[in-house]
């Protein structure tokens, strides 16, 4: 019959009011986890798709909107570029690795990419089965788009103009599956890789009928870039301005921007969950309080029993601790099925949230749970450590 | 064994009490008469060191208890004194035999099953272990309050008005119970009462006007 034991009773014994306040509490902390595990999946997941691009040069339009198609393959592109436009800056010595990618096919909504070695060289890529495109119309394809697509090595199949959509096919080239990729946990499992000359080809057949000159000068959509040196940072945008029609976009500078954009709401959503964890601390200590009236005598009574002062204020203490652990338990296990659940309900498979995802932040969440705890109970327990035994038991 | 020396209590009206010495030996019966308001309740709570008087000593077995520090106050209560109240006041969100392992707990004992069987036998009240307080009568409540302040063989037993609120009959068998419980745990036993019912039964008697 430790302290413990008997704060864990009293909390039984009302099980209605103690529900509540453990609900109060799981609400809160439910959602700050929701909103934790969420922010640092999507900035981990921004990070690791943005890793070694310094840059992005495309056509004239939002820089946001160029880092969104060409880094997170989840806006559309500003439009094409000239090949021989771009050729006059990517050549340059602060240049390390520049990446030509060529989009605009799509396989039953997964992005169709012309590119060359160097993006594998970027991402790091490595082939789980078969080998990296190396004809026209041989794609490597990500794990995941195996996975869901359930495509193997040695499969043929059309792509479908346009970035989403698949009425307009492309039925006269077939593309041939020659290898798959190993898992990266990125963006790079949810794409189909080729060569560009693919993708030109692909469309060069209309084009033929409509205008015979177009093939002169080939297009690409965007160029990424990866500096050589940080003097490039500030001055390489600036040259790209100069010398040329095009737009650069820095994925560092738009994810902030982003961020800071979508930022406001989720504050305003962690003040809301704050919010709700302060009435719950005040719910559970109008509770003990109330319940302190009712329970002097029991107190008092264990004081004629031998207990101290300091058991009974550890008692009142407890109680509230426990109601405010248990809710903050409650409340993290809640905001992760909350999370695994939304993941489910999401469209775009490679911006998935998921709730198997742990963060040191939980923690915290539960040491402010039992913060709040205490918080609530310290005037109640005060209370009955002040408890004047003789005058409860005289009043009877 | 139980010694009151120029004991005076300060109430807040500033009006003050004081009371006649007394001296209890071992294992006597006695039986504390006044009428309401004559501080009976008051002089019991000195007794059991729950109120600490203004002046004068209370010695239990040698031992001046206020000079003990608080919480070897509360120890020393809970291991020599037995109180039992007018209402049975158990606590409701525990069983019976689990308000009966608090006190053993409470006093720094260690949880014992056999004495607590022992104990809930020799009030007819055994099968009540695992009951709560609201499923009980008020004549098993007041027994299981009993069982609870014999628990850990106290050298003093005390009622405050245990009889007030009975009727004839219960009257009798929850003295005969005191009696016998004191008696077996060789304790003290000391009832504060104005029932006139029972001034017979105890050869020792202790007036307050």
């Known amino acids: 019959m430790s302290p413990l034991k008997i704060s864990w009773k009293s909390i039984l014994s009302k099980p209605l009011s103690s529900a509540l306040n453990i609900l109060l509490v799981a609400f809160g902390a439910g959602i700050l986890t929701v909103l934790l595990l969420a922010s640092s999946q999507v900035i981990e997941k921004l990070n690791n798709n943005s890793k070694g691009i310094d840059l992005v040069i495309g056509a004239k339009g939002s820089p946001l909107q160029l880092i969104l198609s060409s880094i997170y393959y989840i806006d559309f592109p500003t439009g094409n570029i000239s090949l021989a436009e771009a050729e006059k800056v990517i050549h340059h010595p602060w240049v390390k690795r520049a990446v030509p990618l060529a989009l605009g096919d799509n396989y039953h909504g997964i992005r169709i990419v012309g590119t060359d070695t160097n993006f594998v060289k970027l991402y790091a890529l490595k082939v789980s089965k078969g080998r990296f495109w190396e004809r026209d119309f041989e794609v490597t394809i990500g794990s995941k788009v195996a996975e869901e697509q359930q495509l193997s090595v040695g499969d043929h199949f059309y792509g479908a103009h346009g970035l989403t959509g698949s009425k307009d096919i492309h039925k006269d080239h077939a593309y041939h599956v020659a290898g798959i990729l190993e898992q990266q946990n990125n963006v790079t499992d949810h794409l189909i890789l080729t060569n560009i000359a693919s993708v030109w080809r692909m469309h060069d057949h209309k084009d033929e009928i409509h205008d015979q000159h177009h093939q002169e000068e080939k297009e690409i959509t965007t160029v990424l870039i990866q500096y050589r040196s940080p003097m490039a940072v500030v001055l390489f945008p600036r040259l790209v301005n100069q010398s040329t029609n095009l737009q650069t976009a820095s994925p560092a500078a738009e994810s902030t921007r982003l961020f800071s954009l979508i930022g406001v709401g989720l504050d305003t959503l962690q003040w809301f969950a704050m919010l709700i964890m302060l009435i719950a601390a005040i719910s559970v200590f109008v509770n003990l309080y109330n319940s302190l009236k009712e329970r002097s005598y029991d107190l008092a009574i264990m004081r004629v029993l031998g207990a101290s002062r300091m058991k009974l204020f550890l008692i009142v203490i407890m109680e509230g601790m426990m109601i405010s652990f248990t809710g903050a338990l409650l409340g993290i296990a809640l905001g992760h099925v909350l999370l695994e659940w939304i993941g489910l309900y999401q469209d775009s498979s490679h911006t998935k949230l998921s709730g198997f995802f742990i963060i040191p932040e939980e923690g915290w969440l539960i040491f402010g749970g039992l913060a709040i705890g205490f918080c609530a109970s310290i005037i109640p327990a005060l209370q009955a450590y002040k408890t004047n035994i003789s005058m409860i038991l005289a009043k009877n | ?209």
């Open chain 2, 1 to 209: 064994m139980i010694k009151l020396q120029q004991v005076t209590h300060q109430f807040n009206n500033a009006s003050s009490l004081a009371f006649d010495d007394w001296t209890i030996r071992a294992q006597e019966q006695w039986l504390l008469l006044g009428a309401s308001g004559s501080g009976k309740t008051t002089l019991l709570h000195i007794i059991a060191g729950l109120l600490k008087p203004e002046r004068g000593t209370v010695s239990i077995n040698e031992t001046p208890i206020y000079a003990l520090s608080a919480k070897n106050l509360d120890q020393f209560r809970g291991r020599n004194i037995g109180v039992i109240f007018q209402r049975p006041h158990l606590i409701k969100s525990l069983t019976v035999l689990e308000n009966l392992i608090l006190a053993q707990r409470l006093a720094g004992f260690n949880k014992d099953h056999k004495r607590i069987k022992q104990v809930l036998d020799s009030l007819n009240i055994a099968e009540k272990e695992g009951v709560y307080p609201s499923d009980l009568s008020q004549g098993q409540q007041q027994r299981v309050s009993i069982a609870r302040a014999v628990i850990n063989r106290p050298i003093i037993l005390i009622a405050d008005e245990p009889t007030s609120s009975l009727d004839d009959q219960h009257t009798h068998i929850v003295m005969d119970l005191l009696k016998a419980q004191s008696e077996s745990n060789k304790a003290v036993l000391l009832v504060a009462t104005h029932d006139k019912r029972m001034k017979d039964s105890f050869t020792h008697r202790h007036e307050l006007t």
